[in-house]
């Protein structure tokens, strides 16, 4: 069984349209993150959610939007989609954000032409 | 704020050889853990290894090994008997502080590495 997944794997789309990505994690963890790979492979965080609830947003801009239905699900929508916002999304739980070990889903490479 | 420095952006070693990768790392926090995940071609993050600041020994994990200095702020990953297979990104990380109290990882800017048969 796939412990965080991702859907889609791969998104290609216009420039100014909206789009999201969906993760589920099956490890009844707490935390659940959204993490953005650039071009570079450097690797930074986005969201955190703990419960459903929003404990970290650094600086992402607005169109940008996590919803977290329950604590096994944490969504990303983004709107208005720009060039740079090509890149690979991750997400990745854990048990409660703060000792345990992140595991990550296996990425969406988001492409914006 | 935290920060994470891995020096060594490309590595080509030959295959059964042992492999150091860099990390060196900067934190005002008293408690915080360091990892290490690998990501091959095919784009996963994949878990190797974990070294928490109070933890006296060096963290192992079948061929994976830390080596933790917490003096010189350094959190090398040692792979013994490097195979075909290690060849990879890997990404140095430390969990700390964010602005808002709460728990993150700081991720560094990897290093490449392959392994030459």
């Known amino acids: 069984d796939t412990a965080v997944s991702q859907t889609p794997k791969y998104l290609v789309t216009q420039m100014g349209n909206d789009k999201s990505i969906k993760c589920e994690q099956n490890?009844?963890?707490?935390?659940m993150y959204w993490y953005k790979q650039d071009s570079k492979k450097f690797l930074k965080i986005m969201f955190s959610?703990?419960?459903?609830?929003?404990?970290i947003n650094e600086t992402v801009p607005n169109r940008f939007s996590p919803k977290s239905p329950d604590k096994a699900h944490l969504n990303l929508h983004i709107n208005s989609l720009e060039l740079g916002d090509s890149a690979v999304y991750f997400c990745?739980?854990?048990?409660?954000?703060?000792?345990?070990?992140?595991?990550f889903g296996p990425g969406t490479r988001l492409l914006v032409l | 704020a935290q920060k994470i420095t891995q020096t060594q952006p490309g590595m080509f070693v030959q295959e059964k050889e042992a492999v150091t990768l860099d990390c060196t790392y900067d934190?005002?926090?008293?408690?915080?853990?360091l990892f290490w995940y690998k990501q091959p071609s095919s784009g996963e993050m994949i878990f190797l290894i974990y070294?928490?600041?109070?933890?006296?020994q060096n963290a192992t994990e079948g061929r994976y090994s830390l080596n933790f200095q917490k003096a010189r702020k350094s959190a090398n990953l040692v792979i013994s008997a490097s195979q075909l297979g290690d060849s990879a990104m890997y990404f140095c990380?430390?969990?700390?502080?964010?602005?808002?109290?709460?728990?993150?990882?700081?991720f560094g800017t990897g290093t490449r590495l392959t392994i030459i048969p």
């Open positions: 959610y703990n419960n459903k609830e929003l404990i």
């Open positions: 490890l009844g963890h707490d935390t």
């Open positions: 070294q928490g600041s109070y933890d006296e």
């Open positions: 934190t005002s926090d008293q408690s915080y853990g």
């Open positions: 990745a739980s854990s048990q409660d954000g703060s000792q345990e070990t992140q595991y």
């Open positions: 990380a430390m969990r700390g502080l964010s602005n808002f109290g709460n728990e993150k990882l700081t």
